[in-house]
Nanobody, 126 residues
Framework: QVQLVESGGGLVQAGGSLRLSCTTSGRTFSRNAMGWFRQAPGKQRDFVAAISVSGGSTDYADSVKGRFFISRDNAKNTMYLHLNSLKPEDTAVYYC???????????????????WGQGTQVTVSS
């Protein structure tokens, strides 16, 4: 059974930091680009960051650029999202995802991701 499991969410004060992890099992995603998305209450799911197979190419939403950093360790089947300088507007459920198609290109489109985790809550207090 293919699983993506997020962890590391929690409650943090504005200006604080968190590190989210996404651990995969059931198959390897070392040949799939992966990404992070988030969904705030009452809002649509938005792209946050994406990373290529090797980790050499990354992409970020403008709202998190310079504050969040995505990385992956294929040997550990794990992807990370480092959240720094957090703001109350970063409060959301964060989801990790793996693209359906094997390949190198990152994507901001959630329809290109076939595998999703259950999400982890990040709450930033002001």
């Amino acid at each position: 059974q293919v699983q993506l499991v997020e962890s590391g969410g929690g409650l943090v004060q504005a200006g604080g930091s968190l590190r989210l992890s996404c651990t995969t099992s059931g198959r390897t995603f070392s040949r799939n680009a992966m990404g992070w998305f988030r969904q705030a209450p009452g809002k649509q799911r938005d792209f946050v960051a994406a990373i290529s197979v090797s980790g050499g190419s990354t992409d970020y939403a403008d709202s998190v650029k310079g504050r969040f950093f995505i990385s992956r360790d294929n040997a550990k089947n794990t992807m990370y999202l480092h959240l720094n300088s957090l703001k109350p507007e970063d409060t959301a459920v964060y989801y990790c995802a793996a693209k359906a198609v094997i390949g190198f290109a990152t994507s901001r489109l959630d329809r290109e991701y076939a595998y999703w985790g259950q999400g982890t809550q990040v709450t930033v207090s002001s």
